[in-house]
């Protein structure tokens, strides 16, 4: 493991611990809860207007909300007798800042394999 | 350049890169195909890869390791989940202990290469999806390790690229 994560992840991702980042990983890693973002992408709803969606419970359907909401995924909010969930972008924001990092080194790869391709053609790499 | 286009998905923790390079699409293949190409581009010049095992054939494995400044070593494997050769090629890639045991816990990446004849070139679209945030920041380093080297003088080689 290189030693110097954590002065790694300060620089990078601005403090998210890995707590954070686990939990963050954790809301998306369930195909209920993406379609869940992608609506939430387009409109806010009602719990029980997203739990109408889908073929579970209202409670499983909270239940994933609250997964999301501990990820700082989405933001509920208590509207008279609904509640409102909507996305809260900075948790998508941090998943970008992580896939542009991530980015970077798949650019880097393809750097290296054009210079070794390069170099059946007889060019210096 | 070679690289054509990036589309980053966050809510799906993926991406897609594609690259079109002026080779074959047989050529591109072998730079996966083969363990002495392949080692020569997967880790950073300062995680250099070395591959033990590469079983380059659906349901395959590959084992590797890449070794750091130190000496030190993170051990790696693929498991090939889809092989049609030329043009395209799947695998999960996670983390290992030094008895090549996979460490569960550090989560798997799942790679999708596709390459396709454009007009004599050959364009690679490479989709990535992460499944857990461990394997995410210890690539993450890795590819930062070598960050610093460009930093300090490989920069020509990338543009002239």
Known sequence: ?125 | MSVISTTQNPDRLNFTIVAEFDATVDRVWQIWADPRQLERWWGPPTWPATFDTHEFVEGGKALYYMTGPDGEKARGWWRITSLDAPSSLSFDDGFADDDWNPIDNLGVTKTAVTLEDVDGRTRMTTVATFVSAEQMNTLIEMGMEEGMSLAMGQIDAVLAG
């Open chain 1, 1 to 125: 493991m290189p030693p110097d994560r954590l002065t790694y992840n300060q620089m990078v991702v601005d403090e998210v611990s890995d707590a954070d980042l686990d939990r963050l990983f954790q809301a998306f890693a369930d195909t209920t809860r993406r379609d869940i973002v992608s609506r939430l992408l387009r409109n806010e709803h009602s719990v029980s207007s997203l739990a109408a969606h889908y073929s579970m419970s209202f409670a499983a359907v909270q239940k994933h909300v609250a997964i999301l909401e501990r990820a700082s995924v989405v933001s509920k909010e208590k509207r008279g007798r609904e509640q409102i969930v909507r996305i809260h972008l900075v948790g998508i924001e941090r998943a970008r800042a992580l896939l542009a990092e991530y980015e970077t080194i798949w650019r880097r790869r393809v750097d290296r394999i054009a210079d070794i391709l390069a170099e059946d053609q007889g060019e210096p790499s």
